[in-house]
């Protein structure tokens, strides 16, 4: 079976330039409580599902690590859930179940460079998701718990 894992935690404020910056909106989760479970994982991009409370479940690709190319000097975790939403939901429960690894961290010369990569990404990661393999862990008992 595959080696997945799981976080969840209310929605915090990154630094603002995801959505701003970027067209990127993620929804980042504190790293409050998870040194123990980040360092078991390298930093990088990962893919899964997440779970939104009062919404649903999403496909996912996420970022854990340092942004090289904004130079961030604490480590961020900050998924980027595929679909569209109106407003926000900083505060809201989200969970996640994380189920593969794409790539480890980089920098980047442009930004635009950056952000091609991470639509790179989440292409990677919409495929990889409709596969049997990954699919069904969007039944993961954890994205259904309240626990
Ligand atoms: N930042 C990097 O510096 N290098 C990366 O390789 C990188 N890959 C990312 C991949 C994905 C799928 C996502 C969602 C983000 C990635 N980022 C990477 C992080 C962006 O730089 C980050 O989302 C941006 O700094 C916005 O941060 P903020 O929400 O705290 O404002």
Redesign the pocket.
Known sequence: PLETWHIGGPVVK?????SK??G?P?A?LSTKGYSALLSEHPSG?YFGWARLSTHGVYKM???I?W????N?TEK?I???LLHEFDGDFYGEELRLVIVGYIRP????TSLES?IA??HE??SIAERALDIPLYLKYKDDPYLKGSS
């Open positions: 990154g630094f603002g330039r995801g910056v970027l990127i993620t980042n991009v690709v996420m970022s690590g942004n090289p190319y904004f961030n961020t900050e998924p980027w961290e980089a920098n980047f950056l990569k991470i990404d989440r």
